[in-house]
């Protein structure tokens, strides 16, 4: 339909820039933002500007992915040196130097003998790409038998049909089922009556990872190729790891000969501490790890896949001139992801930012934790530069008061993310303590107004 033709058709959304109508936004409540659009035109480090000229302070880090903050110079320039440099080569049987450098850099990042890289293009790609690596990992192993998956219970491994038929939420799998046969869910392990108020990872629940036993007493551990979990689940509402729970995950999987996989979509390049890694925060070593959005600091889309060397070893055998796994995007390491790419990386090392992420944590709980009392607040939780405020959804009405808060946090200049009744906080690395306190003391006031 024509700009004029949705004009003229009755209540087609316009604005100033001309028809909203065509464009079918992901995730979102299309109707409701076109009757009152939320429009971004730029952002510099901490905040975005809107088209009728606010600074937005970003306490989500857009979404969970630049934690560099906005256009930061280094990237800036990199990607614009190599769109006239190179603009694309093929990433089938042909290279570029700098994704080879990007993935040793990325490499060595990784915790232990996860040593080798596959590229994708978001985190949802990752994902199946790291399902579809175990695999093919298993039947190069002799090991065939090996093709059920187990994910948890309010899980996001973004929306491709490997990754929701191993994720837990409703709604992505209602409308779409299951695709993949073979999956089995791990109790989640979001407690209140046992952990609310913690202040990091909650004391109760290690035990939740004994369920696998359940499961492959069930089917036969020799049926089942991967657990895949977040070590923080991010998207239904930073649901944190009990103490224990990922090393008891480990400990199984290494027992049933079960590959581990973290996705780490969110948790990668210095969200929960100083550390690159989630893995490496906590200690516990997958066999691979599945990254996005943080590695470019969301500025190119661009996903990778760790995998630990006996994966990929396990591959390199027969004929030379034989292509090894038979998966791929046309865009894997394209370019100007790779250049973005290695300017995170030098951003995040020349500025500290993952040092930062735990300089600033202590600040940040406290800051969260002040909120507790408020009207509706049932819960606050927190990691690293990761917060969460669960309130007491209006019954009958689940989302809404969230979402208020949203709107009406977005309106006093701070953007917010909800999930169902929770408030998700994951601002850029480069936050300062009084912007901490903007944040904070934004939400408090839209809480105490909130229905
Ligand atoms: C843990 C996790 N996995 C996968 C994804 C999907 O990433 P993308 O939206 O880049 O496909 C997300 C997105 O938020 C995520 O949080």
């Not at 934690?67 to 080569?89: F, M, S, W």
């Not at 940040?364 to 917060?387: C, F, Q, T, Y």
Request: aromatic share 8%.
């Amino acid at each position: 339909m024509s700009t004029l033709e949705s004009i003229a058709t009755g209540p087609s959304a316009k604005h100033a820039n001309g028809s909203l109508e065509e464009f079918w936004m992901p995730f979102s409540a299309n109707r409701q933002f076109k009757a009152k659009p939320r429009m971004f035109v730029s952002a510099k480090d901490m905040h975005y500007t809107t088209d009728d000229g606010r600074d937005v302070l970003d306490a989500t880090a857009g979404l969970w992915c630049c934690n560099a903050g906005h256009a930061r110079p280094k990237i800036v320039d990199a990607v614009q040196r190599q769109i006239a440099e190179l603009d694309y080569a093929p990433a089938f049987q042909m290279g570029h130097p700098k994704v080879f450098q990007l993935a040793e850099r990325l490499a060595a990042l990784m915790p232990g003998s996860l040593d080798h890289i596959f590229f994708t293009n978001s985190g949802s790609e990752s994902v199946d790409t790291a399902l579809k690596i175990a695999l093919a990992y298993h039947k190069t192993n002799g090991q065939e038998g090996r093709t059920r998956f187990v994910g948890r219970e309010r899980g996001y491994h973004g929306v491709g049909f490997g990754g929701i038929s191993v994720g837990g939420i409703g709604n992505n799998r209602r409308f779409f089922g299951s695709m993949l046969t073979g999956v089995d869910h791990l109790p989640h392990t979001h407690d209140l009556s046992k952990n609310a108020y913690s202040k990091g990872v909650p004391e109760h629940g290690a035990d939740l990872a004994d369920d696998l036993e359940n499961i492959v007493a069930l089917h036969g551990a020799e049926t089942i190729a991967a657990v895949i979990v977040e070590p923080v689940a991010g998207s239904t509402g930073v649901l944190l790891p009990p103490k224990g729970y990922l090393q008891r995950l480990r400990e199984l999987c290494t027992k049933h000969g079960i590959l581990l996989i973290f996705d780490e979509v969110i948790t990668a390049f210095g969200r929960v501490g100083n550390a690159t890694t989630a893995a490496e925060y906590f200690g516990v070593q997958p066999d691979i790890i599945t990254m996005a959005k943080g590695l470019t600091s969301g500025t190119i889309p661009m996903g990778a896949v760790a995998v630990d060397a006996k994966i990929y070893d396990a591959f390199m055998h027969g004929p030379d001139n034989a292509i090894e796994l038979f998966h791929g995007y046309t865009y894997s390491g394209h370019p100007m992801a790779a250049a973005a790419g290695l300017a995170t990386l030098d951003t995040y090392e020349e500025e500290g930012l993952f040092a930062r992420t735990a300089e600033l944590a202590p600040y940040w709980e406290s800051a969260l934790h002040g909120l507790k009392g408020l009207p509706h607040v049932i819960d606050l939780r927190n990691i690293g530069l990761i917060g969460a405020i669960e309130l007491q959804g209006i019954e009958g009405k689940p989302t809404a008061r969230a979402f208020n808060a949203f709107l009406k946090c977005y309106d006093k200049g701070v953007l917010i993310r909800t999930t169902g009744d929770i408030i998700a906080l994951s601002p850029p690395l480069i936050i300062s303590k009084q912007q901490i306190d903007i944040i904070f003391d934004t939400i408090s006031a839209v809480i105490k107004d909130l229905d």
